[in-house]
């Protein structure tokens, strides 16, 4: 039996809300009320159903792993919140350089584009200078 490869889930399939709140904490390694919590502080919003029941998506869940990891290394939630801002923050500036860059890159292109549209071959004859009369190429001072 071959073992089929495994693929990245699509940003729409991270953002889809599966799990209630007892898998979302058993998978973080939390408690439910802790995720309760963590809601409050604004560090995760699980989606709702009609219902009002919490979900959580493959996205919340890596988001209650990286809040745990900086909550072991020491930070509290109102650190944690400005850690993960912050992270945001870059990650958008990071896209919007990217877009820049490409848009630069582009002018560019067809910047070179247009300089060999425009450029014009002369005959190489054109681009010699002739020397003027006299023995070895040289200019006859006496001429």
């Not at 990245?8 to 799990?19: G, I, Q, V």
């Not at 989606?47 to 979900?55: E, F, L, V």
Request: charged letters at 25%; aromatic letters at 2%; glycine letters at 6%.
């Amino acid at each position: 039996m071959s073992e089929q490869p495994r693929r990245t889930p699509s940003a729409s399939e991270r953002n889809r809300a599966l799990y209630v709140i007892s898998v979302a904490a058993e998978l973080a390694g939390v408690h439910a009320q802790t995720l309760r919590i963590y809601e409050r502080k604004g560090l995760v919003a699980p989606a709702r159903t009609s219902g009002g029941s919490r979900r959580y998506s493959d996205r919340d869940i890596a988001m209650l792993n990286r809040i745990s990891q900086l909550t072991s290394e020491g930070l509290n939630l109102a650190g944690v919140k400005r850690v993960l801002e912050l992270e945001e923050r870059v990650a958008a500036l990071e896209r919007k350089l990217a877009d820049v860059q490409a848009e630069a890159a582009a002018v560019v292109a067809q910047t070179h584009r247009q300089y060999r549209r425009d450029l014009v071959p002369l005959p190489q004859t054109d681009l010699i200078p002739r020397p003027a009369s006299g023995r070895g190429g040289r200019p006859n001072p006496q001429a």
